[in-house]
Protein backbone atom coordinates (compact mmCIF):
# COMPACT_ATOMS: atom_id res chain seq x y z
CA UNK A 1 0.00 0.00 0.00
CA UNK A 2 2.69 2.36 0.59
CA UNK A 3 4.16 1.96 -2.76
CA UNK A 4 1.15 2.45 -4.20
CA UNK A 5 0.34 5.14 -2.89
CA UNK A 6 3.60 6.64 -3.16
CA UNK A 7 2.98 5.45 -7.04
CA UNK A 8 -0.46 7.38 -6.89
CA UNK A 9 1.50 10.62 -6.03
CA UNK A 10 -0.48 10.60 -2.46
CA UNK A 11 0.92 12.49 0.88
CA UNK A 12 2.61 9.00 2.54
CA UNK A 13 3.78 9.01 5.92
CA UNK A 14 5.78 6.34 7.73
CA UNK A 15 6.34 3.49 7.84
CA UNK A 16 6.04 4.38 11.71
CA UNK A 17 7.32 1.55 14.21
CA UNK A 18 5.30 1.59 17.07
CA UNK A 19 6.90 -1.54 18.16
CA UNK A 20 3.63 -4.04 18.56
CA UNK A 21 2.40 -2.37 15.07
CA UNK A 22 4.26 -0.50 12.07
CA UNK A 23 1.99 2.36 10.49
CA UNK A 24 1.27 3.80 7.04
CA UNK A 25 -0.70 7.30 7.18
CA UNK A 26 -2.03 9.19 4.15
CA UNK A 27 -5.11 11.49 3.47
CA UNK A 28 -8.53 10.01 1.71
CA UNK A 29 -9.93 12.12 -0.96
CA UNK A 30 -12.04 14.03 1.80
CA UNK A 31 -8.29 15.14 3.90
CA UNK A 32 -9.04 12.82 6.35
CA UNK A 33 -5.41 11.00 7.72
CA UNK A 34 -5.93 7.13 7.31
CA UNK A 35 -3.51 4.77 9.00
CA UNK A 36 -2.64 1.78 8.11
CA UNK A 37 -0.95 -1.21 10.41
CA UNK A 38 0.75 -4.23 10.15
CA UNK A 39 1.30 -6.32 13.14
CA UNK A 40 5.20 -6.68 14.29
CA UNK A 41 4.27 -9.96 16.12
CA UNK A 42 5.54 -8.36 19.02
CA UNK A 43 2.20 -7.56 20.86
CA UNK A 44 2.86 -9.03 24.56
CA UNK A 45 4.43 -6.70 26.47
CA UNK A 46 2.96 -3.28 25.28
CA UNK A 47 -0.28 -5.00 25.51
CA UNK A 48 0.03 -5.55 29.21
CA UNK A 49 -0.90 -2.63 31.12
CA UNK A 50 0.88 -3.97 33.97
CA UNK A 51 4.13 -4.33 31.98
CA UNK A 52 4.03 -1.05 29.86
CA UNK A 53 2.02 0.91 32.87
CA UNK A 54 0.66 2.78 29.71
CA UNK A 55 -0.77 6.29 32.95
CA UNK A 56 2.73 6.42 33.84
CA UNK A 57 4.20 6.86 30.20
CA UNK A 58 1.26 9.41 29.38
CA UNK A 59 2.42 11.59 32.26
CA UNK A 60 6.19 10.93 31.32
CA UNK A 61 5.29 12.35 27.77
CA UNK A 62 2.95 14.84 29.13
CA UNK A 63 5.06 16.09 30.86
CA UNK A 64 8.34 16.49 28.67
CA UNK A 65 5.75 18.35 25.95
CA UNK A 66 4.59 20.92 28.78
CA UNK A 67 1.27 19.64 29.46
Same mark, same amino acid.
Request: avoid cysteine; hydrophobic fraction near 35%; charged fraction near 30%.
Given at each position: ?22 ? !? ?10 ? /?????? %?? @?? !? ?10 ? /?????? %?? @??
Amino acid at each position: MLDKAKAEGREVRGPVDHRFVRS !IYFRDPNGYVIE /LTASTG %KP @GE !IMNPAISKPHEA /LAHWQA %KK @GH
